[in-house]
C-alpha cells in the first residue's frame, strides 16, 4: 500500500515526497509559474560500482537505452519527443546515471510512459549493440583528440590511481571492445531495480496525478535492492606527462577535494570561485587578462559522496610553460596563506547568490537539486537555506580550507604536451623534485 511522506518541517517547503507500492522513491517540487515540467530517473551507477573489466558498462547501458524497447524503436523514441517539442537526454557521472525530459505540462504523460518504457523494456538486441559498441569506441577517440577534455580523465587517475574514481566514465578501448551482451544485460537487471531508482519532478504538475500515472507506469519494474559499495578512496597523487602532437601545453594540478556532506564545502565553493571560476577570479586576471599567458584557465571543485575533487588547469605554449607554473605556485601560496580580501569575499557571496537565483528559472536545474538526499545523503533544501551557509562562511573559514587543501606536496600533476622539454621545465619549477612518469601520447586512459 501506498505510503506519502510529510513536507519537510518546515512548512513552506514546497518538496513532496512518495514511496510507490513497489518501493520506487519520489521526490517533486510543485510551482505554477512555469509552463513546463521536468522529469529524472536517477540511478546509483557509473565506474564507482564498476570492476577492472566492467570499466564503462554504465556509460554503455545508458546508450543502450535509447537504442529500442518492445514496442518503440530507437527512431520513435526519439519522434515522440520532436513531435512535441520535448527534450530527452541522459548522463552517466562517475558515481550516477541519469535519464530526464522536459516537456510542456500537459504532455507529462507522454514523457513518463517514454521514460519508464526506456527503463523497464530495453532489449539490447544484438545488432543494435554491437552498432552502439563502434559509435562509443568513436566517441573515446573523439575524446582522446580533444586534450583539454582528456586531461581530467588523465588527472582523476593520479590523484587515485588505484581507485574506481580514477577510472574513465567511458571505459577504455579494451574494456569496451571485449564487453559481452549477456554480461551488459547482468549489469543492467543488477542495478535498475526498485531499491535504486529515484523519481524527481520540478515544474508545473498536479501531484496526485503524477502520483497514479509513477503507480501505473513503474509497477512492473524489477523489484530489489543495489547493494553499493562505498569506500573512501586511497589518493595517489602522481605526476604524468603525456607528449603528443599538438601546440600546446594542456596543464593541470589536482588534489583531494571535500565530500557533498562535508561542511567545508562552502568555504571550498567560495575559494574556488574567487581562486579560478570566473572571468573576475585571480587565476583568469593573472595569468590571461595582465600577461596574456593563456586563453583557457581556471578551477573546479567537485564533490562526491565521500570524497572530492580540486582541480586547476591552463591551456598554454611551450614558451609561456614556465611562467604558468611559476603563478600557479605563486596564487596558490597566496590564498593558502592570506586567504581572501573582504571585498572578494562579498564579491563571490553575491557571485554564488546570483548563480543559484538564475539556475531556479530552469526546471532542469531544480529538478537536479532534488537528487542530492537519495546519491549523497544531504536532503535538498529550499534556495534560500541552501544559500544560508555560503552567507555565513568567513574569511578564516575560506583561508582555513584553502591551507589545508593547496598542499603543494601531494598535489597530482597531469601534462599533455608537444615537446618532451615539458619535464625539465616541471622540474626546475616550485613543483619539482618528484617522480615524473612519460609517455608518449595518452592513447587511452587507462591503456
Known amino acids: 500500500m501506498n505510503r506519502s511522506f510529510q513536507h519537510w518541517r518546515n512548512n513552506l517547503s514546497p518538496y513532496l515526497k512518495q514511496t510507490l507500492s513497489n518501493g520506487i522513491q519520489v521526490i517533486a517540487e510543485q510551482f505554477d509559474t512555469v509552463q513546463s515540467v521536468s522529469i529524472g530517473m536517477f540511478l546509483k551507477s557509473g565506474v564507482l560500482y564498476e570492476n577492472e573489466h566492467q570499466q564503462g558498462v554504465s556509460h554503455f547501458i545508458e546508450h543502450m537505452l535509447f537504442k529500442g524497447t518492445k514496442k518503440r524503436s530507437a527512431k520513435k523514441i526519439a519522434s515522440e519527443f520532436d513531435r512535441i517539442g520535448g527534450y530527452l537526454n541522459a548522463f552517466t557521472a562517475k558515481d550516477y546515471c541519469c535519464y530526464y525530459a522536459r516537456v510542456v505540462k500537459d504532455r507529462l504523460d507522454i514523457a513518463l510512459d517514454v521514460l519508464s518504457d526506456m527503463v523497464l523494456n530495453s532489449q539490447f538486441v544484438v545488432e543494435e549493440l554491437e552498432r552502439e559498441r563502434r559509435v562509443i569506441l568513436e566517441e573515446i577517440k573523439m575524446y582522446e583528440d580533444s586534450p583539454d577534455e582528456i586531461i581530467h580523465e588523465l588527472l582523476s587517475q593520479n590523484i587515485w590511481k588505484n581507485a574506481r574514481l580514477g577510472s574513465p566514465i567511458l571505459g577504455t578501448a579494451q574494456t569496451v571492445a571485449a564487453m559481452k551482451r549477456d554480461d551488459i544485460f547482468d549489469f543492467f537487471n543488477n542495478q535498475y531495480v526498485t531499491g535504486n531508482l529515484l523519481i524527481c519532478v520540478a515544474g508545473n504538475f498536479v501531484w496526485d496525478e503524477l502520483k497514479v500515472m509513477l503507480e501505473k507506469k513503474l509497477k512492473k519494474m524489477r523489484t530489489g535492492t543495489f547493494s553499493a559499495r562505498e569506500t573512501l578512496p586511497k589518493p595517489t597523487c602522481d605526476v604524468s606527462i603525456y607528449q603528443k602532437d599538438i601546440e600546446q601545453v594542456h596543464l593541470t594540478l589536482g588534489t583531494p577535494g571535500v565530500s557533498f556532506s562535508d561542511n567545508r564545502r562552502f568555504a571550498m565553493t567560495i575559494m574556488n570561485a574567487a581562486f579560478g571560476g570566473g572571468m573576475s577570479s585571480r587565476l583568469f586576471q593573472e595569468i590571461r587578462e595582465k600577461r596574456g599567458l593563456a586563453y583557457t584557465v581556471y578551477s573546479y571543485h567537485t564533490s562526491f559522496k565521500k570524497t572530492g575533487l580540486l582541480g586547476i588547469y591552463a591551456g598554454t605554449s611551450m614558451e609561456h610553460l614556465e611562467k604558468v607554473l611559476e603563478l600557479f605556485h605563486s596564487e596558490i601560496e597566496k590564498i593558502a596563506s592570506r586567504g581572501l580580501t573582504a571585498r572578494e569575499l562579498e564579491d563571490t557571496r553575491e557571485q ?96
Open 352 to 447: 554564488l547568490k546570483g548563480n543559484m537565483l538564475i539556475a531556479l528559472e530552469s526546471t532542469t536545474n531544480r529538478m537536479n537539486r532534488l537528487s542530492t538526499g537519495f546519491l549523497y545523503d544531504v536532503e535538498p533544501r529550499l534556495p534560500e537555506v541552501t544559500l544560508l551557509p555560503y552567507l555565513k562562511t568567513t574569511a578564516e573559514d575560506v583561508k582555513k580550507v584553502a591551507k589545508e587543501m593547496l598542499d603543494q606536496k601531494r598535489m597530482a600533476i597531469t601534462m599533455i604536451a608537444p615537446s618532451p622539454d615539458a619535464a625539465a621545465i616541471l622540474e626546475k619549477s616550485s613543483f619539482g623534485g618528484r617522480p615524473v612518469v612519460t609517455f608518449t601520447a595518452p592513447k587511452n586512459q587507462n591503456s
